[in-house]
Structure formats: C-alpha cells, structure tokens
C-alpha cells in the first residue's frame, strides 16, 4: 500500500499515473488481509487519484473505460464520508473533483477542489489539503490560467513543507523553477533537507548506504534500538551511548550500549533518567532548544563543568542530539568518549545526524507497526467475540426447529428399533426385514448426528479456518435448520443452485453464520404478510468477473428508502433485535475480499446477497495462510 500511495500522490520525482494503477490492481486483492479500514479507504482513495489521472478525455473511448471504476470509488468513499466526515470527507470531495474535471464540468471542478482544500483544512490535514492544492493548480494549468495556478501550487509547497514532505517540496521546485525561485530556494540543496545537505557530499558512500541498510532492515522495535545504539557507537566512535525515548510525558533510557574488550555490548531495559548515569543539565537543553550539543572536553567545559556527572566521572568528549520527525522529538542520543578529547569532529557528527535523522523516523514507524498490530489483534478478537455471540443468539432463535430436527430422527430411530426386534422375536426371524429396520436406524442416527454436528461447529469458539468450499454444499448443510421455523411460520422454501459452481476460499463456519442471519431476516419479514403467500428463495449464481454469488429473497415488507441503513449497527425493525446481525454479516464478508449489499425485490419485498471471488486461482496454501 506504501508504493500505491506514493505513486497516486505524486511524491516520486518520475511519477507515472500507469505504474500507480498498476500498483493499485496489485494492491486490490490483498485488501482482505487488513481488517480494519484504513488500508481500504487508502486503496479507494489513490487508485481513483492514479486512475484520474491515467485517463485521457480527448481519447475516444477512456472516458468511458475509467468512468465506472472512478465512479466506484467514489461511492465507497462517500459511504464512509456519510458516517465519518472528518476523515473521509476532503476525500470524496476531491475525488468528485477529478471526476468532474474529465467530464470536462469545469465549474463544478473549481467547486469541487476549494471544498475539498476547506475540509481538509477543518480537519487539520496538512498533506490533504497540499495534494488538494497541486490538483487544483494542474487543473488551472491545464486551461493555461498560469497566474491562478501559481496560487494554489504556492500552497501546496507550503503545506508540504509545514507536514515535512522534503522530497515531495524538491519535486515541486523541479518542476516549476518560478515557484522554486518566488521561495528563495535552489534546486541544488534546501536547508528544509535537514542532514541531507550539503556537508553530506562529503560523506563515504559506503556509510551512508550502511547506515541505511542498518535501520531498514529491522522491524521489530527490540532489535531496531539494538541495532541503532550499536550502529552509533562504530560510527562515532564512542565508548559508550544511550537512546533516550519518550514514554508518556516523561522520557526514559530504552537502550544502552558500551565498548567493553573491543565489542560493543547493548543492554535493552527501561530505566528513569539518572543524573549520576548521564549528564541531565546537557539532554535537558537538547529536550528544550532541539539543537544537538557537543562538547570536546567535558573536563575544560564552562557550560557543564558543574553537572554532577561530568564533574564524577570525568568524561571527555561527549555528543547529545535530538530524534526529530516531522518536527516532532522522537527521542535523544546521548555518546560520549571516556578516554580522549576532540573525538566528535565534525565529519561524524554529520554521519550520526544522518542516523539520528533515519532513526526517528524509523522508532515512530515501529512503535506505530506495533500499536497497529496489538489494535489490530484486538479488533480481531472483538470481532470474533462479537461473531460468535451473534451465532449463539442466531441459534437460540431457532432452539425449536432445532429440537424438532432431532427429535424427529430420534422417534424414528425408536420405532425403527422396535420393529428390528420384533422381526427377530418370531419363531423364524425375519433377518432381512431386520436388517432394513436397522440400515434405517443408522440413516436417522446420522441425520441427527449432522444436526448436533452442524450445531457445535457454530457454538465453537475458534479463529477463522479457511479452506476451499462448496457454496451449494453449504446452502445444502445449513438450511435444514430451519426446516421446523419455516413450517411453523408457513413459507415455502425453493432454491435455485446452479450447478459446478466454482469454489471459494473462506470460512466455512462465517459464511454459515451470514446465511442464517439472511434467511432468519428474511423469515422474520414476512411474519405479518397475510395477503400473498410467503416465498423464500436462495439462488446462487456465477457473475461475469467470475465472482460466486449468493441471494436470499423474499416476499416480505421491503427495504427503508436509504438500504444502507440497515447494515449500521443498531439498526433495527425488532422489539427484541441489537441491531448488529447484518453489520456484522457484512464486517464477514468484506474480511473475506466480498461484498454484501441488499436492493428491492420485484414485485414485493428484499433482496440481500453477497459476493465472493472464485477460489480457481488460488490454492490451498493461500487459504491456509490467510487463516493462520
């Protein structure tokens, strides 16, 4: 998803719109490994950025081609602008924007960008509003209004520039040298580059790939401070080094790392900043000023010769910088040399300024990664939680035609077992009658057994096991459920399976529990029909992007007028009902790459139905990754 932002946004100097849809067709079959949101509405949100501006009106047939899936996007986009429009909608502003742009509604274009430009800015959306900005002044350039375009790209630099977009500030001024030349820059260097700039000429490049190799290469947060603490003490020279991070409003050491028999040895603990450790009067004005200090000789400095730590352990050459992303202070760098003065010359420092420059950036990405996945493991968990009560309560529902579904066998087996007895009770037992009662009596056994069978597997608390599966088979397995509920409310059940349908790769359990949320709401809305007869129908079918889809019809009191409706949680039409039967059915299906929508029945009441891609070009490895 990285590289389909990047690419969409125009913040690589040799952007090209086709290679950013391309990415975006890549990044569209891995939008089920997510199951939050965020990567899903990033996805909707660039790739009809790349797909606007891939698109090409005076071409005859482009518009047409791009059109439908830019207007896909832009619905889904305005779904979540309609419940969170702090978030989402700038987005679908300015979505709508390049829409109207290429159907050439110039006027509604203009519209379009300064509502988006506004929105984002209500949100404090830096980067949005810049990218909003840039639009807006290539659509003005387009239509040769150079000095109204020069406006908005003057904005958007200097929304890049505040959100610390340096590399996307260098791409702007290559592209337009005026705009590079209003702002007193050069193209050569910025002082806006931080350590990227000009006394980096002069580093070793083998260092600076090293370096960069170093920190990039890990991901765990335990392993990256190891080997940032380890990387500064080879690279400056220092016999001994702490990394100090923030934890809350306060700030403690998370790694130390000391040059003992020529081997640098790290120690990862969390400890309070300690005044006889460190020398607090120096990390205190690093913390306040964000400039980096350096003293040559601890012992002859003025400044701190009266900090308790100098003044005890005596240490000579000592360096303190900050770790700064995007202005924000990351953590600090404290190295010292025990042994001899002078050791931070000024060509190492520049080598530890380009660490401590890729080092904070690095801790906050893995310090987010691991916030993300412990949230992201926990909203699993809630949702299983939450799916499996569901279950429970979609189940209790149907306590009766359960009952009646094994109990029926069970008499069966009981008559069937008196009449084996009686047929080998007579004075010449008639072995073959027997042998009929007691084939039965296995047949029934094993009706029962499937229903129990059926029944557990619902109940059972366990993750998601996806497997390639049979969507008929399941329909087949699971509606006999219902069988007793759909005599007692008399509706007439009919099924229309296609047959050879292609399998799917999902959970088998997960889908059961979305059709029975269905058919159970399908049921309930016909209850009070007393005119018309009651008909349920479940088809299945194969749609043209070869996509297995599955619809549950019925007859019953229709749909509110907005359908969205009813997939929000808490929505509902019953006394008894949470509301949360179809988000959840819905929440199943989109983690499985589907959809799940509803539209009206003709002549009378509801359509619900889902759709999942065919499993024939995935194996049954893949499954089993995604079920892990």
């Known amino acids: 998803m990285l590289v389909l932002d990047t690419q969409a946004s125009g913040t690589l100097p040799g952007w090209c719109p086709a290679e950013a849809l391309d990415a975006a067709a890549q990044a569209h079959p891995l939008l089920w490994t997510s199951p939050a949101y965020f990567e899903q509405a990033e996805y909707h949100f660039y790739a009809a950025l790349a797909r606007a501006a891939c698109c090409n009106p005076a071409v005859e047939g482009e518009l047409a081609a791009h059109l439908p899936a830019l207007a896909g996007h832009h619905w889904q986009l305005a779904q979540w602008a309609r419940r969170c429009p702090a ?10 924007a390049e829409i109207a742009r290429l159907e050439g509604r110039d006027i509604d274009a203009m519209r379009g960008y300064e509502s988006a430009i506004a929105l984002a800015r209500e949100s404090d959306l830096i980067h949005m509003q810049a990218l909003a900005n840039e639009l807006a002044a290539r659509f003005y350039l387009d239509r040769q209004l150079d000095n109204v375009a020069m406006v908005y790209l003057r904005q958007a630099r200097h929304g890049y520039t505040r959100w610390g977009a340096d590399a996307k500030v260098w791409q702007l001024d290559m592209q337009y040298p005026a705009l590079a030349a209003e702002a007193g820059a050069t193209l050569a260097s910025t002082s806006s580059m931080g350590t990227i700039g000009a006394p980096l000429q002069h580093l ?5 790939i090293a370096i960069s190799d170093a920190i990039s290469g890990e991901t765990g947060l335990e392993r990256l401070l190891a080997t940032l603490i ?48 460190m020398p607090m009067a120096m990390i205190e004005q690093v913390l306040d000023s964000r400039e980096h200090v350096v003293i040559n000789d601890g012992c002859a400095n003025g400044a701190f010769s009266a900090d308790p730590f100098v003044c005890q352990r005596r240490a000579r050459s000592m360096l303190c910088l900050p770790l700064l992303n995007q202005g924000r202070m990351a953590g600090v760098l404290y190295l010292e040399n025990a042994l001899a003065p002078g ?28 916030h993300r996945r412990r949230t992201d493991e926990s909203l699993r968990q809630a949702q299983a939680e939450l799916a499996h009560a569901s279950r429970v309560m979609t189940l209790n529902a149907l306590t009766a035609s359960i009952a009646h579904e094994v109990s029926q066998p069970i008499a069966a087996l009981t008559i069937e077992a008196r009449a084996a007895l009686r047929w080998l009770d007579r004075k010449q037992p008639e072995v073959e009658q027997a042998v009929a009662a007691l084939g039965a009596i296995v047949e029934q056994g094993a009706r029962a057994g499937s229903v129990i069978a059926g029944m557990r597997s619902m109940l059972r608390k366990t993750g998601p096991q996806a497997q390639r599966i049979n969507l008929n088979e399941m329909i087949t397995e699971t509606l006999p459920l219902f069988a007793s509920e759909l005599e007692r409310t008399q509706v007439n059940l009919k099924t229309e399976l296609v047959p050879s349908l292609p399998l799917v790769c999902a959970d088998k359990i997960q889908l059961q529990q979305v059709l029975l949320n269905l058919v159970m709401n399908a049921v309930e809305a016909m209850r009070e029909i007393l005119e018309h007869s009651r008909e349920l129908m479940v088809r299945t079918a194969v749609s043209p992007t070869r996509e297995v889809v599955v619809t549950v019809h019925d007859v019953g009191v229709g749909l509110p007028g907005d359908t969205e409706q009813v997939f929000q949680p808490f929505y ?3 006394a008894e009902g949470l509301g949360m039967g179809l988000s959840i059915c819905r929440s199943i299906i989109e983690a499985h790459g589907g959809r799940l929508h509803a539209w009206p029945n003709r002549p009378r009441g509801a359509v619900f139905g889902f759709a999942l891609m065919a499993a024939e070009t995935a194996s049954e490895e893949g499954c089993q990754v995604w079920s892990s």
């Open 572 to 574: 509902t039409t019953k």
């Open 343 to 370: 050791v931070f010359v000024p060509a190492r420092i520049e080598v530890i300024k380009l660490l401590a420059f890729q080092a904070a950036s690095a801790i906050e990405n893995s310090r987010l990664s691991e």
């Open 204 to 208: 070793d490049l083998a260092t600076v």
């Open 87 to 96: 978030t989402f909608a700038h987005r679908a502003t300015l979505v709508q």
């Open 230 to 277: 380890r990387t500064a003490i080879e690279q400056a020279g220092a016999t001994r080094g702490l990394l100090i991070l923030p934890e809350g409003a306060e700030h403690r050491v998370e790694a130390e790392a000391a040059v003992r028999d020529e081997t640098v040895m790290v120690t990862l603990s969390v400890r309070p900043l300690d005044a006889a450790d």
